[in-house]
């Protein structure tokens, strides 16, 4: 079971967060010309080591959806059981502050003010999807428990103290 799921992910991940996150902005450089321009040292290796970090903030999140929600990241198939493990202990929107970073991180290594403007365009439509639909469904799907979690966990920074669902 665990093994179909992955694959679920795999699939959804290269699919959907592959094609916001390196296909898009790819795309975007290749249109401005800036794909072969790299920012110097200075900025390539924090670029480099916060895309790695939102990549594995990322991978991290969806290895909770399996394990601990028993679904994927796809909204078709999306967790059973409400996620409040690993990185959801602290912020109520880890995966998609992973796939931020990993698209700011695109803009400050290619230095390019064209990615900046695309990566707080789709911070603007994340904020808008959870807002107007993620929010209302798990609402409806967990009742009080995702209130609870709610009120404890913001919804964008980072928690003060570790969630605990007791």
Known sequence: MRVFLAFKSIIFSVLVPGTVAIYLPFSILDQSNRLASVAEISYAF???VSFLVGFGIYIRCTWDFAVSGEGTPAPIDPP??????????????????GILV??????????SRELSVYAAGIA??????????????????????YAD??????????????????
């Not at 202990?89 to 880890?94: E, K, M, Q, S």
């Not at 709610?150 to 103290?161: K, L, N």
Request: net charge positive.
């Open 124 to 145: 603007v439509l994340f904020h808008l999807l959870v807002i107007f639909y993620e929010e209302p469904i798990l609402l409806g799907q967990f009742g009080d428990d």
């Open 80 to 97: 059973k059981t409400l996620v409040v493990s690993g990185l959801y202990r602290w912020t109520r929107n880890p995966m998609y502050l």
């Open 102 to 111: 990993v698209l700011f991180a695109e803009a400050m290594f290619f230095l």
């Open 46 to 48: 924090p670029a480099l």
């Open 149 to 166: 979690f709610c009120r404890e966990v913001p919804r964008w920074g980072i928690a003060r103290r570790p969630y605990n669902a007791c």
